[in-house]
């Protein structure tokens, strides 16, 4: 089965950089589109970015501009490049895969923007 694992999250101040990887197994990676989520406690989860099979990419409007989603499938991993991060992007983020088979998620990093 699928498993996700997230890594690059941690503590920045604002207007910082971070780059959130997630690194994928168990499953056809290069044929499935793969998403970002982020939740903070007592709001609903919400999605940030998504990127096709193909490569096309949408995102929220709260982060148009700042935020790119990419993916290498060599690798297996999609990345989260998030610049000028804003206290408002603090949150758990979540790496999503959605398939025929199942709906899996990542355990989570947490992001904190503060001074």
């Known amino acids: 089965q699928v498993q996700l694992v997230e890594s690059g999250g941690g503590l920045v101040q604002p207007g910082g950089s971070l780059r959130l990887s997630c690194a994928a197994s168990?499953?056809?990676?290069?044929?499935?589109?793969m998403y970002w989520y982020r939740q903070n406690p007592g709001k609903q989860r919400e999605l940030v970015a998504a990127?096709?099979?193909?490569?096309?990419?949408s995102y929220a409007d709260s982060v148009k501009g700042r935020f790119t989603i990419s993916r290498d499938n060599a690798k297996t991993t999609v990345y989260l490049q998030m610049n000028s991060l804003k206290s408002e992007d603090t949150a758990v983020y979540y790496c999503?895969?959605?398939?025929?088979?199942?709906?899996?998620w990542g355990q989570g990093t947490q992001v904190t923007v503060s001074s």
């Open positions: 168990g499953g056809i990676f290069s044929s499935n589109s």
């Open positions: 990127i096709t099979a193909g490569g096309s990419t």
């Open positions: 999503r895969w959605r398939d025929g088979k199942g709906d899996y």
